[in-house]
């Protein structure tokens, strides 16, 4: 267990209180912590860090939950703090991307004239692609597919062979439900603002202050764990594991900035039940969590919460001795077009990006299945569920001999998504700060499911109360 934990009941006062020990709730409560607000973590498991968990068994370093992650400035500057910046491990710059087509991995053309001189692209796709960068185009005023938007603009074969693909490999999702401004608002806004994707883009990218950043895809050398340890070691005992919350009251009323002690809540540890007066509250949860806790008090926003679907996702890993693979694994994994009639989504080559995740002479696959399009096999036995991935990846890499390791993991609620309506959904979330100016809420359900997402909106809910603390204390 982390952190303290309360011995009798009792009654504190916290000026923060922040409930949910994923990435987000700890980054929150870190930052927090550091501009000096007494702020306290509430975690109900026995550890932090949610999806993000590394374990190392019989020499392999599995990873449970994301794989890597993309740098951003945020995510460099918080390694920076945490003094743990010299354990980044990046994965090679060039490693190629592949595709399944027609039981064969093409690799993803990832440059202009890659993509022009390809084969996997007929021509029909190609001109599509060449006539946004010439012509214009608006967008609909309603809400309108990732699918639809392919459709409109390039292909149904640009869809199926790249997009389709890339939307399960970030969202586990399912392009045909996926809202474009809700997923990948960055695309809508370049339409909308250049009539063309390429030259939205283009612009978009020469208006960002310099020196820009360049991306690239990271780890830890421990796994990625080795941040949330981080955040936990620099919390202390302001994080209390295995602590749930029983019930959340209102001490004031909606609008009322009068009263300092805003929320009543009561916790629950492994030997005791403990009262907090808490000033600002901090969601930090999954939006089911989050739903049951405000339903007493701010039902509409529940409801709102309620309504954001999750796909289930099985995290399945293998392992393998490196003379029973015939293919070479130089590159970063494969995804799978849904056309191919697979029920795997996509494979890691682990190994191939990060050193020590296996032992000397095997390698590391780390495969996904499930999501929104095939939420069924979820439900299979985990052996089950391994033996489906060892058939289906062992046709695609002329693997020759059964894993010599197999572990799965089952998230039943893995990513959530940000289908129809999604945007009209958050808005209405946002409306809650409006009715009680010192509740917040943060997660990977409001600007993107990746760490860096989660960090640099975490970060940015954590300005925000201190912003309305500094109000607050101005009024008084």
């Known amino acids: 267990m982390v952190g303290w934990q309360p011995n009798s009941t009792m009654l504190n006062h916290v000026e923060a209180l922040i409930i949910g020990g994923g990435i987000s709730g700890l980054v929150c409560t870190y930052a927090l912590r550091k501009a000096g607000v007494d702020a306290r973590l509430v975690e109900g498991s026995a550890r932090p860090g949610g999806l993000i968990c590394s374990e190392r068994r019989d020499g392999y370093l599995l990873e449970r939950g994301p794989q890597s992650f993309s740098s951003t400035p945020q995510m460099l500057e918080l390694c920076r703090e945490l003094g743990i910046q010299d354990q980044i491990v990046e994965a090679p710059p060039r490693a190629p991307r592949f595709i399944l087509i027609n039981g064969q991995l093409r690799p993803v053309a990832l440059s202009p004239p890659a993509f022009f001189a390809s084969s996997m692209f007929n021509l029909n796709t190609k001109w599509k692609i060449l006539r946004d960068v010439l012509g214009s185009s608006t967008p609909p005023a309603d809400d309108e597919s990732v699918a639809a938007f392919v459709r409109r ?186 056309s191919e009639k697979l029920r795997t989504l996509g494979t890691v080559w682990n190994s191939s990006l990060f050193p020590n995740r296996a032992p000397q002479g095997h390698v590391l696959l780390t495969s996904f299945v499930g999501g929104a399009t095939d939420p069924a096999v979820t439900s299979l036995p985990g052996d089950s569920i391994s033996a489906l991935v060892h058939r289906e990846v062992s046709a695609i890499l002329q693997i020759q001999s059964p894993p010599a390791f197999s572990n799965v993991k089952l998230y039943s609620r893995a990513l959530p998504q940000y289908n129809f309506g999604h945007t009209d959904r958050i808005a209405a979330i946002r409306g809650l700060t409006g009715r009680f100016p010192n509740i917040f809420l943060t997660g990977n359900y409001f600007s993107g499911p990746s760490i860096g997402a989660c960090i640099e909106h975490s970060r940015s809910t954590a300005e925000s109360v201190l912003a309305h603390m500094k109000l607050h204390f101005t009024a008084g």
């Not at 208006?207 to 990625?224: E, I, M």
């Not at 492994?270 to 009262?275: D, G, P, V, W």
């Not at 039902?299 to 293998?318: K, N, Q, R, T």
């Open 153 to 338: 603009k390039f292909s149904a074969e640009l869809l199926d062979k790249l997009v389709g693909p890339f939307v399960s490999g970030i969202y586990a999702g399912d392009a045909e439900k996926l809202s474009l401004r809700a997923a990948f608002p960055q695309l809508h806004e370049a339409e909308r603002i250049a009539g063309s994707i390429v030259r939205g883009i283009i612009r978009a990218a020469k208006s960002k202050p310099k020196p820009r950043h360049k991306s690239t895809l990271q780890s830890f050398r421990d796994g990625n764990e080795m941040l949330v340890k981080a955040l936990a070691a620099k919390l202390g005992s302001a994080l209390q594991a295995e602590t749930s919350v029983v019930k959340i009251s209102s001490n004031s009323q909606p609008g009322d900035s009068r009263t300092s002690k805003k929320f009543r809540v009561t916790l629950s540890g492994k030997h005791s039940t403990e009262q907090i007066n808490a000033e600002h509250l901090i969601l930090a949860t999954p939006t089911d969590v989050c739903a049951s806790l405000l339903r007493s008090f701010a039902a509409d926003v529940s409801a709102a919460l309620d309504d954001i679907e999750y796909s289930p996702v099985a995290v399945v890993s293998l392992g393998y001795a490196k003379s029973a693979i015939a293919r070479s694994l130089d590159g970063f994994g494969f995804l799978v077009p849904r």
